[in-house]
């Protein structure tokens, strides 16, 4: 079901900041087994950015949400509220957030970070956008940030190639009616979350289902993934990893 915010909310400026460091997919052909013929057709990419040792989240998220404030004409101490969508924080807490509202001066902002992977920006949107259509606050900045290479497990080729740094930066503000976000519709689906995941929580993590020795910070793949990922095969894959990895309540 669609959903229509009360007030017209929609983005009046964005920003982008992305690592200079280019990794092609000959430089990953060169350090595991793929291709640029494997890759590109696959996955239209052929190259990604990603961070220098050190670097992290609110390093990319600083300068984007900057570029957009800019483009706007509006101070760091105008915003309300920053919502920084990542599943790579620079830590777990404080928030990503507080470092980028204390970096960029946002004195007169509350802020959080919202963990939803490849969905986060779009949650991140309507979340920030709600908070506007409410009535309570007016100028909200959301930004999309990963730093997906400090958690690439490098012996899984099928996701190792896919990903790279980066943020995208918007400021969300009323706007006329008929404009902005018109509506939207949100679900997610638990079933496939033992497939591809990061044991970094605070619950015991299952073994990994492949002989490799992870870093605490890796993600990794329990299972093929395929684009006909809802087939039979898929679903009961699904339900028994679940029950596989389901632990102990602790004493
Ligand atoms: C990218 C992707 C869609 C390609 O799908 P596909 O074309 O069906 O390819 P498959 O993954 O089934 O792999 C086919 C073959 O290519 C091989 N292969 C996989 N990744 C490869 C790579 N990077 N380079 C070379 N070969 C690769 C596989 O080992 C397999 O070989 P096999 O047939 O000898 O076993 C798929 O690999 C995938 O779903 N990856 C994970 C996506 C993911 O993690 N999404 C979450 C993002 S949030």
């Not at 928030?95 to 992977?117: H, K």
Request: one cysteine or more; proline letters at 6%; hydrophobic letters at 40%.
């Amino acid at each position: 079901m669609a959903r229509r915010l009360a007030r017209p909310v929609g983005i009046t400026a964005t920003g982008q900041h992305y690592p200079e460091r280019v990794v092609t997919n000959d430089d990953l052909s060169a350090i595991m087994d793929t291709s640029d013929e494997w890759i590109r057709p696959r996955t239209g990419i052929g190259s990604r950015r990603w961070v220098e040792p050190g670097q992290g989240a609110s390093d990319l998220a600083v300068p984007a949400l900057q570029m957009a404030l800019d483009r706007r004409g509006m101070k760091a101490e105008e915003l309300e509220v920053i919502i920084i969508a990542t599943v790579t924080p620079d830590t777990l807490f404080p928030a990503t957030a507080c470092r980028v509202q204390q970096r960029i001066g946002a004195t007169n902002a509350f802020g959080f970070d919202l963990s939803a992977a490849c969905s986060g920006f779009l949650y991140a949107l309507t979340t920030g956008a709600g908070l506007i259509a409410s009535g309570a606050y007016s100028r909200v900045a959301v930004v999309g940030v990963d730093v997906m290479s400090s958690i690439i497990n490098m012996e899984d080729r099928t996701t190792a190639v896919l990903f790279g740094d980066g943020a995208g930066a918007v400021i969300l503000e009323q706007v006329e009616e008929g404009f902005g976000i018109l509506d939207f519709e949100h679900r997610i689906n638990g079933e496939g979350g033992c497939f591809l995941y990061m044991p970094a929580g605070a619950r015991p993590s299952p073994p990994p289902a492949r002989p490799w020795r992870p870093r605490s910070t890796s993600f990794t793949r329990r299972a093929p993934m395929s684009s006909s990922g809802q087939s039979g095969r898929w679903r009961r894959a699904a339900a028994s990893c679940w029950t596989a990895t389901a632990s102990p309540a602790r004493s």
